[in-house]
């Protein structure tokens, strides 16, 4: 079993930033994806971005130049940097991982964090 734990949540103005974390735990032998997704009330989860083990990133168009994800594979920890905050990033965020556990690759989340940004 794997356990993704998010961190970092909160309430802020608008114009302010934030710092989510995503540590990944368990039975994993190597870690492909790891990435953020958000949903907001009444709407579907979306993608908000993705980076390889490698280190390439991709955004959905509403963030680019806003947030940054990052990560340390010896943590197997992935973080979302979010500056430049309005009140239509109000989500809860939810950390997603392609892990392998030595024999299969399989998609965990983390339990989602509130990110509430107000006007």
């Known amino acids: 079993q794997v356990q993704l734990v998010e961190s970092g949540g909160g309430l802020v103005q608008a114009g302010g930033s934030l710092r989510l974390s995503c540590a990944a735990s368990?039975?994993?032998?190597?870690?492909?994806?790891m990435g953020w997704y958000r949903q907001a009330p009444e709407k579907p989860r979306e993608l908000v971005t993705l980076?390889?083990?490698?280190?390439?990133?991709n955004y959905a168009d509403t963030v680019k130049g806003r947030f940054t994800i990052s990560r340390d594979n010896a943590k197997n920890t992935v973080y979302l940097q979010m500056n430049s905050l309005t009140p239509d990033d109000t989500a809860v965020y939810y950390c997603?991982?392609?892990?392998?556990?030595?024999?299969?690759?399989?998609?965990?989340w983390g339990q989602g964090t509130q990110v509430t940004v107000s006007s």
């Open positions: 368990g039975s994993i032998f190597s870690i492909n994806t």
């Open positions: 980076i390889t083990s490698g280190g390439t990133a």
């Open positions: 997603n991982a392609r892990v392998h556990d030595g024999t299969y690759y399989r998609n965990y």
